[in-house]
């Protein structure tokens, strides 16, 4: 089992940036393959990136395909989602999960963090 906790969400304009962080805790971390989702009022959890334990690949959904990176620091047992020319339509609260390998359905990860919010207007 391992604790996630998210951070970096906030207020942005469209067109802006946002870094959040997911910090882990445990030292099991890079065993973990590591994925983003979003929720918005009223609408399903939708996968947004995932990366593998090692690094080596990511996945994206296509709405923030070249514009989201996913990262992460086994060192610092963290996960970062860069966020680049955000659009009103990536306003929703943002959530850091682990698993065993990366799924784009939610069901396939074992721990989740509380999330973080994200609100862009235009």
């Known amino acids: 089992q391992v604790q996630l906790v998210e951070s970096g969400g906030g207020l942005v304009q469209a067109g802006d940036s946002l870094r959040l962080s997911c910090a882990a805790s445990?030292?099991?971390?890079?065993?973990?393959?590591m994925g983003w989702f979003r929720q918005a009022p009223g609408k399903e959890r939708e996968f947004v990136a995932g990366i593998t334990w090692s690094g080596d690949r990511t996945y994206y959904a296509d709405s923030v395909k070249g514009r989201f990176t996913i990262s992460r620091d086994n060192a610092k047992n963290t996960v970062y989602l860069q966020m680049n020319s955000l659009k009103p339509e990536d306003t929703a609260g943002y959530y850091c999960?682990?698993?065993?390998?990366?799924?784009?359905?939610?069901?396939?990860?074992?721990?989740w963090g509380q999330g973080t919010q994200v609100t862009v207007y235009s």
């Open positions: 445990g030292r099991t971390f890079r065993r973990y393959a």
């Open positions: 999960a682990a698993g065993p390998l990366v799924t784009t359905p939610g069901g396939g990860y074992t721990d």
